[in-house]
């Protein structure tokens, strides 16, 4: 089985600075997707990044991108010039190649302090 | 594209009666999940349909847990003699398959409802 550890239950940050969220994951699969969503406050879930784990380049997507360590199983989330709006909790999640269902993590509490 | 709904969004019930959620994917999804997801935790499969068949039910899924998707669009997930334990958010995903796994494929992306929270009293 597939299990996704997210240590950091709660970060806080400084509006316009950068916070890091940290994941790892324990798989023996070579083939995977790794995806970060967000779920603001009574707010539906959706999808920040993802990555293929056949690529070797990190994904990014605007403010945000990833640090991708296959061999060490970590899949950080960097969210740069943090903005009020990404105030929410972040879940890491790890789905196997050629399977449908996600494993999340528990999640990771960001607060964007003005 | 609306994105995907679901009703009601809270729910409150007595210990010991049913329930049932529904659930309307994004349109041309052929791919939909069920989710669970309690208090300052990360969300748990339940369950999972390629159009109308339900390919896998999670051990989570006891007896009393039931979903269906008939004619491959909405789903509905019934529980029945709800217990204090059942209470959670419930999410439901849908997805687009890309097609059969191929080393290099895109993963397809799975788009969240809000949810329905139920609370057994």
């Known amino acids: 089985a597939q299990t996704v550890t997210q240590s950091q239950p709660e970060m806080s940050v400084q509006e316009a600075e950068t916070v890091t969220l940290s994941c790892t994951y324990d798989?023996?699969?070579?083939?995977?997707?790794l995806f970060w969503y967000k779920q603001p406050p009574s707010r539906q879930m959706i999808l920040v990044i993802r990555q293929e784990a056949y690529k070797q380049q990190n994904a990014t997507e605007n403010r945000f991108s990833v640090n991708f360590q296959k061999a060490a199983k970590s899949f950080s989330l960097k969210i740069s010039d943090s903005q009020l709006g990404d105030a929410a909790m972040y879940f890491c999640?790890?789905?196997?190649?050629?399977?449908?269902?996600?494993?999340f993590g528990a999640g990771t509490t960001v607060t964007v302090r003005a | 594209d609306t994105g995907v709904s679901q009703n009601p969004r809270h729910k409150i019930t007595k210990r010991g009666q049913n329930v049932t959620f529904r659930c309307d994917p994004i349109s041309e999804h052929n791919r939909l999940y069920w989710y669970r997801q309690t208090l300052g935790q990360g969300p748990e499969f339940l369950t999972y349909?390629?159009?109308?068949?339900?390919?896998?039910k999670s051990r989570l899924l006891s007896d009393r847990f039931s979903a269906e998707r008939p004619k491959g669009s909405f789903s509905t997930l019934e529980i029945q003699r709800t217990e204090q334990g059942d209470s959670a958010m419930y999410l439901c995903a849908s997805s687009l398959e890309q097609g059969k796994y191929q080393r290099g494929s895109r993963a397809d992306t799975q788009y969240f409802g809000p949810g329905t929270r139920l609370t057994v009293l």
């Open positions: 798989t023996s699969e070579s083939d995977y997707y």
């Open positions: 349909f390629q159009n109308e068949a339900q390919l896998e």
């Open positions: 999640a790890y789905r196997r190649a050629n399977d449908y269902k996600l494993s």
